[in-house]
């Protein structure tokens, strides 16, 4: 058990060290002047989320959060700060770790479902967590930037200023996540611990 939760805790915080690497590696697009890039930060909390769970997802993800912040602060209020850094990156790696659980199931087995396979339940569980992710930063949008929508409705500006950027980013950290987990899993499986444990 304490070697379990030893691997969790490693796992989690290499996911979080390699999102801040990957955040530093972000496409700038010079349209965002109130934020926003390109980016593979969401992959390695998507990949330990599925692996570990949703305590490990949020956790990951709320501390890459608040190193967001310490990397590239905008700050108004509080209350946008929190909308903008740790509470869509914790609903992130929450909604995939929610999914956990299914996609261990599904890993490996033969099923006559597709819908419960190990990669369907990957691509649900990551655009789970990205829609959540979205929606706060699309709540930040309107009740902080609207200055920034002109003329514009401020909802269809939010909406379209924020999946500019995390569109990309979700199906991109998708595809790689995709070819990186079967490969992760064989190398360090989670389910054969877990048996190890129950039968311990």
């Known amino acids: 058990m304490r070697n379990t939760r030893t691997l969790v805790l490693v796992e989690a915080a290499l996911a979080v060290a390699l999102s ?14 109130a934020g926003g890039s390109i980016s593979l930060t969401m992959l390695p909390i998507a990949l330990v989320a599925l692996r570990r769970g949703s305590v490990a997802g949020a956790a990951a ?21 929190a ?6 990156y914790l609903l992130f790696g929450l909604g995939v770790g929610l999914f956990s659980g299914l996609y261990h199931k599904g890993v490996g087995k033969p ?32 009740l902080f930037f609207a200055e920034y929508a002109g003329d514009q409705n401020v909802w269809a500006y939010s909406l379209i200023y924020n999946i500019s950027y995390l569109g990309p980013s979700l199906a991109v950290s998708l595809v790689c996540a995709l070819l990186i987990l079967p490969i992760l899993n064989h190398a360090v499986p989670v389910v054969s611990s877990r048996k190890k444990e129950a039968h311990a």
């Open 20 to 33: 801040v690497v990957l955040n530093l590696l972000a496409m700038r697009l010079p349209i965002h002047i």
């Open 61 to 81: 993800g709320t501390i890459f959060g608040f190193l967001d912040l310490l990397m590239e602060p905008f700050i108004l209020v509080p209350a946008q700060v």
């Open 83 to 88: 909308l903008d850094y740790p509470v869509p």
């Open 111 to 142: 099923t006559t479902n597709p819908i419960l396979s190990g990669s369907a339940v990957l691509v649900c569980a990551v655009l789970v967590g990205g829609v959540l992710r979205y929606v706060t930063h699309v709540l930040s949008g309107v």
